[in-house]
């Protein structure tokens, strides 16, 4: 599994931006996939997850609102939708895909789960 992110940019505090992590290789629509970002100097952080079927999603809280994370598995490409961005969303974003399904949401949350990574998209917030 290869996964492509794009989507990054620069934008103002208050705008949108639209992330997406498209597959190349094996149908994504049996992975759970997730978002995570490593701001500047700090470490890698869990944002949203969505598990493979779209049915359950989660957030972290200071994304909660104002994130959205979807999934179109007939175009093997899961989407992060951002809006009302701030200056301290700033950071690269990395999506990921895992193979695994635990019965207990908050594995999603653990950067360990995951099995595949995309390359990173640089997303830049100006005050």
């Known amino acids: 599994v290869q996964l492509q992110a794009s989507g990054g940019g620069l934008v103002q505090a208050g705008g949108s931006l639209r992330l997406s992590c498209a597959e190349s290789g094996r149908s994504t629509s049996t992975y759970s996939m997730a978002w995570f970002r490593q701001p500047p100097g700090k470490e890698r952080q869990f944002v949203s997850a969505?598990?493979?079927?779209?049915?359950?999603?989660y957030y972290t809280d200071s994304v909660k609102g104002r994130f959205t994370i979807s999934r179109d598995n007939a175009k093997n490409t899961v989407y992060l939708q951002m809006d009302n961005l701030k200056p301290d969303d700033t950071a690269i974003f990395y999506c990921?895909?895992?193979?695994?399904?635990?019965?207990?949401?908050?594995?999603?949350?653990?950067?360990?789960?995951?099995?595949?990574w995309g390359q990173g998209t640089q997303v830049t917030v100006s005050s």
């Open positions: 990921a895909a895992t193979r695994a399904r635990p019965s207990d949401g908050s594995h999603y949350y653990r950067p360990t789960v995951y099995n595949f």
């Open positions: 969505i598990t493979w079927n779209g049915v359950n999603t």
